[in-house]
Nanobody, 124 residues
Framework: QVQLVESGGGLVQTGGSLRLSCAAS????????MGWFRQAPGNKRDFVAA????????NYADSVKGRFTISRDNVQNTVYLQMNSLNPEETAVYYC?????????????????WGRGTQVTVSP
């Protein structure tokens, strides 16, 4: 079983950038597809991005394509989410997730493991 801890959230102005990190322990993340989701108050948990076991394949929600970049360092057992050109509608708790399947999909209920999240707030 893998444990995930997110960091890097905070307050940023519209148009700003943040880099989120997800540190894993318990198992090597090279065994998992890794992903990021976000959840605003009153909303469901939405898919943001995912990256394959070795990082050769990525998938993004349409709303973040060209602005967000997911990456992984299997040696450091860490996954990153670089977020640029943020807007207030992206204020949410951002969650790191891991799944043992090759293509876990974009629905949060299909993913196996979750971190506790990190708050991202984008001010107008």
């Amino acid at each position: 079983q893998v444990q995930l801890v997110e960091s890097g959230g905070g307050l940023v102005q519209t148009g700003g950038s943040l880099r989120l990190s997800c540190a894993a322990s318990g198992r090597t993340i090279s065994d998992y597809t890794m992903g990021w989701f976000r959840q605003a108050p009153g909303n469901k948990r939405d898919f943001v991005a995912a990256i394959s076991w070795r990082g050769g394949s990525t998938n993004y929600a349409d709303s973040v394509k060209g602005r967000f970049t997911i990456s992984r360092d299997n040696v450091q057992n860490t996954v990153y989410l670089q977020m640029n050109s943020l807007n207030p509608e992206e204020t949410a708790v951002y969650y790191c997730a891991a799944d043992r399947s090759v293509m876990p999909g974009t629905v949060s209920s299909t993913w196996d493991y979750w971190g506790r999240g990190t708050q991202v707030t984008v001010s107008p």
